[in-house]
Nanobody, 114 residues
């Protein structure tokens, strides 16, 4: 069973930046397609971005140009660089295997507020 641990969340003002991290008990390299998802209060969890082992990425429209997903398999870390944050980005953020969504962790909370 893969255990994923997210970190890096916090409180940030609109327009600010955060970088989230995710590590895997079996190593990020063990997951070909790995993704970030988020869940805002009262809303369903939604996929936001994914990357392959070879760096191919996919984003939802609302984060394109603001968020960047990338991985460092050698250091067992998946990242989500989030710039120009908006209040609607407030959510708990999770990493997981793309499409199977087998390995939900505890998530990391991001709050965007002035």
């Amino acid at each position: 069973q893969v255990q994923l641990v997210e970190s890096g969340g916090g409180l940030v003002q609109p327009g600010g930046s955060l970088r989230l991290s995710c590590t895997a008990s079996t190593g990020i390299s063990s997951i070909d397609l790995i993704a970030w998802a988020r869940q805002a209060p009262g809303k369903q969890r939604e996929f936001i971005a994914r990357t392959s082992k070879y760096g191919s990425t996919l984003y939802i429209e609302s984060v394109k140009g603001r968020f960047t997903i990338y991985r460092d398999d050698a250091n067992n870390t998946l990242y989500l660089q989030m710039n120009n944050l908006k209040p609607e980005d407030t959510a708990s953020y999770y990493c997981n295997e793309y499409k199977t969504w087998n390995y939900w962790g505890q998530g990391t909370q991001v709050t965007v507020s002035s």
